[in-house]
C-alpha cells in the first residue's frame, strides 16, 4: 500500500522492556520524524532524520533510539520502557526540494502504547 | 525559540454556527505556517497552508489568512457540519525545517 504506516497500531507492555515502533514511507521522502503525542502537551517531536543514515534530536528525545538504514524504515525504540512513555507516537514523513510543499508532513495513523 | 499558541478548547458549536479558533505565532522571520486535522483514530493530515504574508489558505470551506502584522493565522469556517469534529492544530515551519505544532483545539459539532 502507498503511503506511511505504523506498526503495531496498539501496544501494552511493562516497564523495563525494550520496544520498537515501526515506521514505513512508500513514498521515498527524505525526511521523517517521530512525534508523541499527549493531552496539555500537543504533538513533540522526539527524533527525525533529513535522510538515510542522518538522524537528530527533537524536543524530547531522552529514552529513545532511533535509526535510519533505509529511506523507507525509520523505527522508534524505548529501550527501557517507562510509564511516562505511554503516549500515542506518530510517525511523519515529508519531501524535500522546492518543487514541492515545504513544510508539508504525512502522518502515519499513530501507535498508541501503553507502559504498566 | 518559536512557538505557537492556540485557544484551548474544546470549542462546543452546534451545526452551521461559524467558526474561529485563534492561533498566534512567535517566530524569527517570516516562518510558512499551518493548519493541520486530526480525526477520532487517526493522524494528522494538512488542511491549509500560508507561505507569506497576507496569503490565504482554504481548504473544505475553512480559511487562514496569514498576518504579519499581528502574528496570527486564525481558522474560520462560515458554517460548520458535524463531520468538522476533530482536533485542530496551528503549526509553524522553522528555519531549521521542523514543523513546531500548537497544542491543538478539540472542536465538537453538535447536530
Known amino acids: 500500500d502507498a503511503g506511511i504506516t505504523q506498526s503495531p497500531r496498539y501496544k501494552i507492555t511493562e516497564t523495563g522492556r525494550q520496544v520498537t515502533l515501526m515506521c514505513h514511507q512508500t513514498w521515498s521522502h527524505s525526511y521523517m520524524f517521530w512525534y508523541r503525542q499527549d493531552l496539555g502537551h500537543g504533538l513533540r517531536l522526539i527524533y527525525y532524520?533529513?535522510?538515510?543514515?542522518?538522524?537528530d534530536k527533537g524536543e524530547v528525545p531522552d529514552g529513545y533510539v532511533v535509526s535510519r538504514s533505509k529511506t523507507e524504515n525509520f523505527p522508534l525504540t524505548l529501550e527501557s520502557a517507562t510509564r511516562s512513555q505511554t503516549s500515542v507516537y506518530f510517525c511523519a514523513s515529508s519531501a524535500a526540494g522546492l518543487a514541492l510543499p515545504l513544510g508539508e508532513q504525512f502522518f502515519g495513523p499513530g501507535t498508541r502504547l501503553t507502559v504498566l | 525559540g518559536d512557538s505557537v499558541t492556540q485557544m484551548e478548547g474544546p470549542v462546543t458549536l452546534s451545526e452551521e454556527a461559524f467558526l474561529t479558533i485563534n492561533c498566534t505565532y512567535t517566530?524569527?522571520?517570516?516562518?510558512?505556517l499551518f493548519w493541520y486535522v486530526q480525526y477520532p483514530g487517526e493522524g494528522l493530515q494538512l488542511l491549509l497552508k500560508?507561505?507569506?504574508?497576507?496569503d490565504k489558505g482554504s481548504n473544505k470551506g475553512f480559511e487562514a489568512t496569514y498576518r504579519k502584522e499581528t502574528t496570527s493565522f486564525h481558522l474560520e469556517k462560515g458554517s460548520v457540519q458535524v463531520s468538522d469534529s476533530a482536533v485542530y492544530f496551528c503549526?509553524?515551519?522553522?528555519?531549521?525545517?521542523?514543523?513546531?505544532f500548537g497544542k491543538g483545539t478539540r472542536l465538537h459539532i453538535l447536530p
Open positions: 517566530a524569527t522571520g517570516y516562518p510558512s
Open positions: 503549526a509553524l515551519r522553522d528555519r531549521d525545517d521542523k514543523i513546531i
Open positions: 532524520s533529513a535522510a538515510a543514515d542522518i538522524t
Open positions: 500560508a507561505t507569506k504574508a497576507d
